[in-house]
């Protein structure tokens, strides 16, 4: 059974790192494109990057170009979102997402984690 679990999200200031991770089981990376994506409060969810099965990486959501770094370890079969310079707007729920070995639109992605709240406040 294919399973997604986020984790790494935490209250943190403006300025700062976090660095989530979404582990996956019952399938490969390999065979997988994993997308990340944020949802704030009273707004859609959006999609912030994502990593092909070929580990092609696809663009940023603008807001996060240059801040955010999508990664990922295939012996640990774990993707990362490495989040530097951290704003208020950054904070969401995020969740990451799988579907067959390429990247798309947020509609297309059929398994989902439970997601993991990040909090940029002072």
């Known amino acids: 059974q294919l399973q997604l679990v986020e984790s790494g999200g935490d209250l943190v200031q403006p300025g700062g790192s976090l660095r989530l991770s979404c582990a996956a089981s019952?399938?490969?990376?390999?065979?997988?494109?994993i997308g990340w994506f944020r949802q704030a409060p009273g707004k859609e969810r959006e999609r912030v990057s994502c990593?092909?099965?070929?580990?092609?990486?696809?663009g940023y959501l603008d807001s996060v170009k240059g801040r955010f770094t999508i990664s990922r370890d295939i012996s640990k079969n774990t993707v990362y979102l490495q989040m530097n310079n951290l704003k208020v707007e950054d904070t969401a729920v995020y969740y990451c997402?799988?579907?067959?070995?390429?990247?798309?639109?947020?509609?297309?992605?059929?398994?989902w984690g439970q997601g993991t709240q990040v909090t940029v406040s002072s």
């Open positions: 990593i092909a099965s070929n580990g092609g990486r696809t």
């Open positions: 019952g399938f490969t990376l390999d065979d997988y494109a």
């Open positions: 997402a799988a579907r067959r070995l390429f990247c798309s639109n947020i509609e297309f992605y059929h398994d």
